[in-house]
């Protein structure tokens, strides 16, 4: 976690910003490309920018194709953690209720105390998340989703209908080789 | 809090609690009850301490969490042990067709008092677009939803 800026700063630049953020983006040592041949990822939302082990939705309206719309579905489950985690942690350390009040250069180290606890309350006051560890049925081996990087750049452009990311199409292709769309919504009539 | 995690976590931070004045349990107690949204005027009152040594417990609670290394946030992205089952939990908790998510991440706007002149260089880079004072947070998770 970073909490380095300021509320007016945009979560891009603070991620950009952060230690974690400036790894991800580089890509340069030997960890980092591991994981991008191993196809990992980690998944943001549409401010942030896209990389190689940075998973965002495809922009704009996909509603016209299903398979970039059951991407951004299932980014869109995944991210789902994380706010939930953020409920969780506002919901369980109510110094966040308010605004707080401690003299501005201890905020940083309030909040990383406040994350630190969260953290320590799920180890010690949740069980049977076990079971769901197991990892022998995975239905995709990570390292399907090895693609090859030539040829694609990512662009540095803001504009996020310019931004090309190698992960984010094969991301997409393992959804519409799945055969993956976004679930129907019912809808009850009388 | 159950009684065994709190007993666990007055463990974890005894250690790193400084020796002398309220007991390891005040300390831990009057913490935890401030970040839990406590006041120091119920919480003094409670442990019988007066507001500056109420402070000086909560600080030390405050600096004994960040020393222990047992609290630590990591991310064990070296072990490929902890990738894999961390990829397969965000896989089979959401029934994705992506095995491959190590966390997820995004900003929260902590609410924050307008910080003075004399504290910051400028006052308005701390106002947000949700109208308020705030701390720009990132935090990644796991599917456990512990931030990593």
């Given amino acids: 976690m970073s909490c380095l800026n300021p509320g007016s700063v945009h979560d891009a630049t603070a991620f950009a910003c952060s230690r974690f953020g400036a790894w991800a983006f580089s890509a340069s040592d030997e960890l980092a490309v591991r994981l991008i041949s191993e196809g990992y990822c980690f998944v943001g939302d549409e401010a942030y920018v896209a990389s190689e082990l940075v998973a965002v939705p495809w922009p704009g309206r996909t509603m016209d194709d299903p398979w970039k719309d059951g991407n951004n579905f299932y980014q869109s489950s995944a991210r789902i953690h994380i706010e939930q985690a953020f409920c969780q942690l506002v919901w369980r350390m109510g110094i966040f209720w308010r605004p707080l009040k401690v003299p501005v250069h201890k905020r940083p180290v309030v909040a990383q105390t406040a994350f630190k606890l969260h953290n320590f309350c799920r180890r010690h006051d949740v069980e049977g998340l076990g079971h769901l560890s197991d990892s022998s049925d995975s239905a995709v081996d990570p390292r399907s989703l090895i693609g090859c990087c030539d040829g694609v750049d990512v662009a540095t452009s803001p504009r996020r209908s310019r931004q090309r990311s190698n992960l984010r199409e094969r991301m997409t292709s393992v959804v519409e080789k799945q055969g993956r769309r976004r679930p129907p919504v019912h809808t009850y009539s009388n | 809090m159950s009684e065994p995690c709190?007993?666990?976590?007055?463990?974890?931070?005894?250690?790193?609690?400084?020796?002398?004045?309220?007991?390891?349990?005040?300390?831990?107690?009057?913490?935890?009850?401030?970040?839990?949204?406590?006041?120091?005027?119920?919480?003094?009152?409670?442990?019988?301490?007066?507001?500056?040594?109420?402070?000086?417990?909560?600080w030390d609670f405050t600096d004994a969490v960040n020393a222990a290394s047992s609290m630590d946030i990591c991310l064990p992205l070296a072990d490929p042990v902890w990738r894999a089952r961390t990829a397969a939990l965000f896989q089979r908790r959401q029934d994705s067709p992506?095995?491959?998510?190590?966390?997820?991440?995004?900003?929260?706007?902590?609410?924050?008092?307008?910080?003075?002149?004399?504290?910051?260089?400028?006052?308005?880079?701390?106002?947000?677009?949700?109208?308020?004072?705030?701390?720009?947070?990132?935090?990644?998770?796991?599917?456990?939803?512990?931030?990593?």
């Fill in chain 2, 6 to 58: 709190f007993e666990s976590l007055v463990d974890t931070l005894r250690p790193f609690l400084p020796k002398g004045g309220c007991s390891a349990e005040s300390c831990v107690s009057m913490g935890l009850r401030v970040f839990a949204g406590g006041s120091y005027l119920d919480l003094s009152a409670i442990h019988g301490i007066g507001r500056s040594a109420f402070y000086n417990s909560v």
């Fill in chain 2, 98 to 148: 992506f095995n491959n998510i190590l966390g997820a991440f995004d900003g929260i706007a902590i609410k924050q008092t307008a910080p003075s002149c004399s504290e910051v260089t400028c006052v308005a880079d701390h106002y947000c677009r949700k109208g308020l004072f705030a701390l720009n947070t990132q935090a990644m998770c796991e599917a456990n939803f512990e931030f990593t």
